[in-house]
């Protein structure tokens, strides 16, 4: 007598639910860097809004920094090492780069 593996536990179907799994993961990671980019966007934007001598502006660098080492961060676990473009793009001033990372 022989004994036969349900069909649920067929390689087809682990293959296919591997595949959904997989294309789950990407959706999430792409909505999670569209977070990123959005709230590393808005910090920069209130960053370069705020005059010099606004006493709010330690607060909204400090902001500006986490918002874009978290953008940065979510970049390169999706592979973008390359930050240049977006330094660019949103501005990234020298204060802020140069306090990426740095834990306060």
Not at 27 to 53: D, I, Y
Not at 63 to 70: M, N, P
């Amino acid at each position: 007598m022989s004994v036969r593996l349900p069909q649920n536990f067929s390689p087809a179907t682990a293959r296919t639910a591997l595949d959904v799994l997989g294309a789950e993961i990407r959706v999430e990671k792409a909505a999670s860097l569209e977070r990123a980019g959005e709230a590393a966007g808005q910090a920069m934007a209130a960053l370069h809004a705020a005059a010099p001598e606004n006493p709010d502006r330690p607060r909204l660098l400090a902001d500006a920094v986490d918002a874009v080492y978290g953008y940065f961060i979510q970049r390169e676990l999706m592979g973008m090492a390359s930050h240049g473009g977006v330094i660019r793009e949103l501005k990234i001033p020298p204060e802020v780069l140069v306090r990426l990372g740095v834990r306060r």
